[in-house]
Each structure stands twice: as structure tokens, then as C-alpha cells.
Antibody, heavy 122, light 108 residues
Framework: EEQLVQSGAEVKKPGESLKISCQAS????????IAWVRQMPGKGLEWLGV????????EYSPSFQGQVTISADTSIGTAYLQWTSLKASDTAIYYC???????????????WGQGTRVTVSS | EIVLTQSPGTLYLSPGESATLSCRAS???????LNWYQQKPGRAPRLLIY???NRATGIPDRMSGSGSGTDFTLTISRLEPDDFAVYFC?????????FGQGTKLEIK
């Protein structure tokens, strides 16, 4: 079964660092892009960025460039999202998702992790 | 940045009725780059439609997408109880990739 399993909920203080994970199974991890999407409490979805695990090619949304780091380890089929200094405004659910190419320029996020809830509070 | 505005914010309908959800873009979006997702409370989003009008794997033909340019529509016919959720449109034609704010489909 194809799945993405994310690490568990985190409670952190402002200024702390954090790295959350997204482990793939049941498909060739290296050959599909992994995207990260944020959902703040009671809000909509925001695109953070995407990584191609095979060569670690990464593209960030301008709003999140320099705020987070996306990485991947193909040896264990895992993608990561990390912060060096968390802020209260980083409180959200973070989803990883597989991006699949359908052809003719069309993509879709067809396989999602269950989400990781990050709470940043003093 | 391409802003996607979804309407209505909340749609109240009964099972068996049809739903029409709108997604309007602040500038033209390629039809190949507009998707729709469904999200239920406490769950991750689920891909419904890619490329404006193509159903993703396992999506029933009661759900259909259409549109071009700045106006896109998701239509759900013969609503079932499982369809009541929040629906988001998403464009990846121009960076930064953006989502609409969502339409909540509620049981009347």
C-alpha cells in the first residue's frame, strides 16, 4: 500500500528548532516530488515548497523561502521540513503530499500524509 | 501572486441535490494547472480534479470540473452525505502556487 506517514505532534517554544518528517512506503520515493502544505488553525491551505528526492532539487514559495528548509533522505525514503527558530505564527498543521505528473503540464497531489500538528507557544 | 476567490463561502444543500462551486482567478490560469481538493474535518485533503476537468483515480463521475481562463467550476450532482466537506481550488500556473479560501458544503 502506498502511503506517507508523518511524525507526531510537536509542542515547542518560540525560538526553538524543529524538524518534522514524512516517510514514504509502497512506491519509488526517489522519483516523485514531495510537496509541503501548511494549514493554520481554521484556515485554508498554503504551499510551502517542493523537493525532488532523487537530486534534492527544491523550490520554495517566496513567502517561505528562508523561513523553512525542505530536505530528503532517499536511503530511508523520508522527506523533512525544518525550522531553525520557530515563531508563534508557525502554529499549524503541516502536510506532506506526493506530486504526480499526469502529462500535458498537469500535476496533482494524489497521496497525502496524515498531517503533523505543530504548536509554538511560550 | 494569483489570488483564487471561491464562492459561495458556504453552500447549504440537501442530499440528492446538485452543487455548483466557483473558483475565480485574479488573472488567467492555464486549464492544465487548476485542481480541486476535498477536505473533511481532521483529515488531509483529497485530490478530486486535475487539469480543470480530469477526475483523479477513484473519483465518481458525479463530480466534474470545467472552466478556463479566470473562471472554473466544480459540479457535484446527486449529493451524497459523504460529499459534505470543504472544497479548495488550487493553481500551479504561476508561482507562488496558491489555493482558494475554500467553500464549505453543508447539509441543509
Amino acid at each position: 500500500e502506498e502511503q506517507l506517514v508523518q511524525s507526531g505532534a510537536e509542542v515547542k517554544k518560540p525560538g526553538e528548532s524543529l524538524k518534522i518528517s514524512c516517510q514514504a512506503s509502497g512506491y519509488g520515493f526517489s522519483t516523485y516530488y514531495i510537496a509541503w502544505v501548511r494549514q493554520m488553525p481554521g484556515k485554508g491551505l498554503e504551499w510551502l515548497g517542493v523537493i525532488y528526492p532523487s537530486d534534492s532539487d527544491t523550490e520554495y514559495s517566496p513567502s517561505f523561502q528562508g523561513q523553512v528548509t525542505i530536505s530528503a533522505d532517499t536511503s530511508i525514503g523520508t522527506a523533512y521540513l525544518q525550522w531553525t527558530s520557530l515563531k508563534a505564527s508557525d502554529t499549524a498543521i503541516y502536510y506532506c503530499a506526493r506530486r504526480i505528473y499526469y502529462g500535458s503540464g498537469s500535476y496533482g497531489l494524489d497521496l497525502w500524509g496524515q498531517g503533523t500538528r505543530v504548536t509554538v507557544s511560550s | 501572486e494569483i489570488v483564487l476567490t471561491q464562492s459561495p463561502g458556504t453552500l447549504y444543500l440537501s442530499p440528492g441535490e446538485s452543487a455548483t462551486l466557483s473558483c475565480r482567478a485574479s488573472q488567467s490560469v492555464s486549464s492544465t494547472s487548476l485542481n480541486w481538493y476535498q477536505q473533511k474535518p481532521g483529515r488531509a485533503p483529497r485530490l478530486l480534479i486535475y487539469g480543470a476537468s480530469n477526475r483523479a483515480t477513484g473519483i465518481p463521475d458525479r463530480m466534474s470540473g470545467s472552466g478556463s481562463g479566470t473562471d472554473f467550476t466544480l459540479t457535484i450532482s446527486r449529493l451524497e452525505p459523504d460529499d459534505f466537506a470543504v472544497y479548495f481550488c488550487h493553481q500551479y500556473d504561476g508561482a507562488p502556487y496558491t489555493f482558494g479560501q475554500g467553500t464549505k458544503l453543508e447539509i441543509k
